[in-house]
């Protein structure tokens, strides 16, 4: 899959996008270091999914930068989920809130991401 946007763009594809930069980040250690102060484990499953390409990982690090600068909610939200590879129950558990609540959060987490995707130019 490439992450270059096209007319079809949807809510599955920028999951996808987002699954593989996950495994990128999950993979490169100066990546975890930066943003594991809690030392959490990465689960193996998370580091064998298929990764993205340095060029796509670097045009999501920058608009996950921007989340982080914005919104830090949405962005911890994000890495805890595609990064670290916590469930839907256990980000519910952190969050105080029920499972159902978390994943529309990540939904607009996602959407805010695919927004500035988008928005951003790339193809």
Known sequence: ??????????????????????????????????????????????????KCTHHDANIINDLMKRLMVNNKKDYQLLINY???????????KYEQCSDTYIGKKLKKAEGIIEGMLIFSGVN
């Open 82 to 92: 595609y990064v670290f590879g916590k469930t839907f129950v256990q980000l519910a």
């Open 1 to 50: 899959m490439t992450l270059w946007i096209n007319k079809d763009v949807n809510m599955e594809n920028i999951s996808k996008v987002l699954e593989m930069w996950g495994a990128w980040v999950a993979n490169d250690q100066k990546a975890i270091n930066l943003l594991n102060n809690k030392k959490e484990i990465i689960p193996e499953r998370i580091r064998l999914r298929k």
